[in-house]
């Protein structure tokens, strides 16, 4: 079975096969599915959030994402970002960590 980080497809049928392929490979960790967005590399942005051990975020820092790895094993790592400030993110960023704080996730 070829691993890789990320694996796009297109149906319910090879969800299923990539399920038990790996699991037949002996994972059995979690793995996150989702909707995959089409789109140019230069409309992401990275968001670096640390959380201390009571939940409360203590630094946020963002950036507008240039180029992404396009190889099998790093396919999503950003490789080029311009670091610039963006208040409204950290914003939803804050409610979100808020919410998980509350809820105890």
Known sequence: MDLKKVYVLENQNQLLKLWHDLHDAGFEDKFIVQKFVQGAETSLFSITTYVDSKGDVTLLSSAHVLLQE????????PCSMVTTSYPFLFEQVQRFFAELKKSRI
Request: proline share 12%.
């Open 70 to 77: 396009h190889q099998p094993a790093t396919l999503g790592i």
